[in-house]
């Protein structure tokens, strides 16, 4: 079981940036992938950028084509925490940010809901134009 809380977002305009932190619970986090998805209002949930377990310290990223460039995901294993780096924010940007998680063995990155055991809460993006 891992527990995860979301913090960081906010009310931004056009073209300013928001860093996203997702704390985890539990000793075993550098085995977990993890990844943010969001949804806007009347939309479903949608992938935005994932991470690999890590392994011997380093892992592998991918991203939404929408946020390519100018997102970034990262993880702290010390800290237990993964980070959503969003510059050049754009109004269409704005939806509730969640974290989520799922223990693996590999280090493939998935970019589905159905991938992922444990959800956050959320945290709510708005951007202004």
């Known amino acids: 079981q891992v527990q995860l809380v979301e913090s960081g977002g906010g009310l931004v305009q056009a073209g300013g940036s928001l860093r996203l932190s997702c704390a985890a619970s539990?000793?075993?986090?550098?085995?977990?992938?993890m990844g943010w998805f969001r949804q806007a209002v009347g939309k479903e949930r949608e992938f935005v950028a994932a991470?690999?377990?890590?392994?011997?310290?380093?892992?592998?990223?991918r991203y939404a084509d929408s946020v390519q460039g100018r997102f970034t995901i990262s993880r702290d294993n010390a800290k237990n925490t993964v980070y959503l780096q969003m510059n050049s924010l754009k109004p269409e940007d704005t939806a509730v940010y969640y974290c989520?998680?799922?223990?693996?063995?590999?280090?493939?990155?998935?970019?589905?809901?159905?991938?992922?055991?444990?959800w956050g809460q959320g945290t709510q993006v708005a951007v202004s134009s």
């Open positions: 991470v690999s377990r890590s392994t011997y310290g380093t892992y592998s990223t």
């Open positions: 539990g000793r075993t986090f550098s085995g977990y992938a």
């Open positions: 989520a998680a799922v223990w693996t063995l590999y280090t493939n990155v998935d970019v589905t809901t159905s991938a992922y055991d444990y």
